[in-house]
């Protein structure tokens, strides 16, 4: 059954449950509403009719059922919104499956790569890699899955470990979907871990306090004691001396634990709902699932636990949270040092979680954007994972990249027309002609994006991918910057000297991936063909293989004395006096053009 279909009954079945469950909950409220009224008359009627005690214990039993009632309700209420958070998760994926932009959520991080490749490509951004695949919850994670994306230099290791993760949260639509689920029942806000980190960085003086700690715990006994004989009359009041030396040491250390009380009493929140996140990724029974439970193994080896750990940061928190009542928090500090001995207990708590609390949130963020590829996987089952061959200079390895069916992710499917694609060595560079609109621009960024993909771990939008390490380098859309004083031209002449330097033969590293789109374009003609054909010639043999998409038909001519150059187009044809184009590359150079076409279509003068 087709994806979009299943997740069609889903919602449909959710709906239909969800008015079953609104239409009791309604009852609910009228019998609360009945009970109410029924119960204070009954314990007015029998108070006055029969007897008070008669009174008292229609009031108690009203009470008791009216309890029972709204707890029931409360429950159903729970059960409401439980159901609402699954149709919403179902939502999404339905518009993620459609490419339904309006109905995807913005990533909970804008991605703040707006490097060349990041915007060449459309990986961050309004309708982009990064929006399409986003289901992450906290800050932390959405940033990491956008660095992901947008790597230019792949680490064959690093992805061949997230390729084994991904798969297996691929079969895990319960693990991806629960841990959504507890998160919006808890929260509609992105999750933040840099406040839960925040307070292992507030400066405090730990010694300091501990050698003023035991004399303020002595001078509170010692009010108290002193406070106590004076009342019985067996000491004059001197414990108003030992209160004025209390608050003479409470006063000269409340500026040294101040900052770290706030910063304790801020993860209040934040902990409410890592809690229950870590503490289902530390029950949750992982089987036969190796990669899932190595990469999960902060949350459940060990002694030091989540749950056990954060459960007496929350009771830190709390000591801490008494500050919230001005009056009760005045009664404590008055008769013991309340707040030093909270900020002891901080300070204490701060030491153990400084080694355990960044571990547990870099592994948590990090699965949060493999859970992103695990859902983009599921929702893909015709995408298929890459193989990225070892790469040694010494060898030669025939072809470097080969791709069958190749398509962009974010053209949605019922358009999208899929290429295969072969490059045998490096050095290698092939021109792709073609008239305007025909695809060549979007064939070249499909290469880069699947790549992209490749290399943060996920599956590609091809039937099969294989391809050495490349980096990555895109020449597409130019941009001039009037802050910068560069015209159209000169920031593409920049980004082109770029490339060469890339290139280069004593460049170290991998070998390098380029795509250009047009060349040159910001000046005439004659200069344009003139700098194109040398630049072109300096691209072909270089450390790397090039596509190159233009409508410069001289160009194509280069590949009859350089071996290295090869040609491919996209056609075009007019049917009923409209262009039409089937976005099949063919080999060789294009044997038409459609600029005179169009001009001609639109009314605008030709000559013949």
């Known amino acids: ?242 209160t004025l030396a209390y608050a003479f040491v409470y006063l000269t250390s409340r500026d040294m634990i101040k900052e770290l009380l706030e910063a304790v009493l801020r993860l209040d929140g934040e902990l409410g709902i890592f809690l229950p996140l870590l503490g289902f990724l530390e029950r949750y029974p992982y089987g036969a699932r190796k990669h899932l439970k190595d990469k999960c193994a902060p949350f459940w080896s060990g002694t030091d ?37 909270a900020a002891w207990l901080a300070a204490r708590q701060r030491k153990l979680m400084a080694r355990l609390l960044p571990t547990w949130l870099n592994a948590f963020h990090e699965l949060e954007a493999l859970m992103a590829l695990g859902e983009f996987s599921a929702l893909n089952p015709g995408y298929t994972f890459p193989t990225i ?30 290429n295969d694609l072969q490059i045998e060595e490096l050095g290698e560079l092939l021109i792709i002609t073609g008239s305007n609109m025909s695809g060549k621009s979007t064939f070249i960024r499909t290469v880069g994006i699947n790549l992209c993909l490749a290399y943060a771990g996920g599956p590609v939008n091809a039937i099969g991918m294989r391809t050495i390490p490349f980096r990555l380098y895109t020449c597409i859309r130019i941009n001039d910057s009037l802050v910068d004083g560069f015209s159209y031209f000169y920031a593409e002449v920049k980004r082109l000297k770029g490339l060469l330097d890339a290139l280069k033969a004593d460049q170290p590293g991998l070998p390098l991936l380029y795509l250009i789109d047009e060349i040159f374009r910001g000046t005439n003609n004659r200069e344009r063909l003139i700098g194109s054909r040398a630049y072109v010639k300096a691209l072909i043999g270089a450390n790397g293989v090039g596509l190159l998409a233009t409508h410069d038909l001289e160009l194509a001519t280069l590949a009859e004395d350089q071996s290295l150059a090869g040609n491919a187009h996209f056609r075009d044809e007019v049917n009923d006096g409209r262009l039409t184009f089937d976005y099949i590359l063919r080999p060789g150079p294009t044997p038409s053009t459609n600029a005179l076409k169009i001009m001609s279509n639109e009314g605008l003068p030709v000559d013949d």
């Open 1 to 242: 059954m087709p994806y979009s279909s299943l997740y069609s009954r889903h919602i449909q079945r959710l709906e239909r449950r969800l008015n079953h469950l609104v239409a009791i909950s309604n009852r609910f409220s009228w019998t609360r509403l009945i009970v109410f009224v029924a119960g204070g008359s009954a314990t007015w009627g029998a108070a006055d009719l029969i007897s008070s005690s008669a009174g008292w214990i229609t009031f108690f039993s009203a009470a008791f059922l009216f309890a029972v009632i709204v707890i029931l309700h409360r429950r159903l209420d729970r059960w409401i919104n439980s159901f609402l958070v699954w149709k919403m998760i179902y939502l999404e994926k339905q518009a993620r499956l459609d490419l339904d932009w309006e109905h995807i959520p913005l990533p909970v991080t804008p991605a703040e790569s707006r490097s060349p490749l990041a915007i060449d490509l459309d990986l961050g951004g309004p309708s982009s890699l990064h929006h399409l695949l986003d289901i992450t919850i906290s800050r932390q994670g959405s940033r990491c899955l956008s660095d992901w994306l947008s790597t230019d230099t792949p680490d064959r290791q690093a992805i061949f470990a997230r390729q084994t993760v991904v798969s297996e949260l691929a079969h895990l639509p319960r693990f991806r979907n629960r841990l959504r689920l507890i998160f919006r029942q808890l929260s509609q806000e992105p999750l933040d871990g840099d406040k839960l980190l925040k307070w292992l960085q507030i400066p405090a003086d730990d010694p300091k306090m501990g050698r003023i700690l035991p004399w303020g715990t002595l001078l509170a006994l010692l009010n108290i004691i002193l406070f106590l004989l004076f009342l019985n009359g067996l000491l004059p009041p001197y414990w108003v001396i030992s």
């Open 305 to 341: 636990r989540p749950v056990k750990r954060l459960r007496q940061v929350q009771l830190v928190t709390a000591l801490t949270g008494i500050r919230m009542n001005p009056a009760l928090w005045l009664v404590l500090n008055l008769i013991t040092p309340w707040d030093l001995w």
């Open 389 to 418: 061959a070892p790469f040694d200079e010494k060898a030669k390895i025939h072809p470097v990249f080969t791709a069958h069916n190749l398509g962009h992710p974010l053209i949605p499917s019922a358009q999208k027309v899929c």
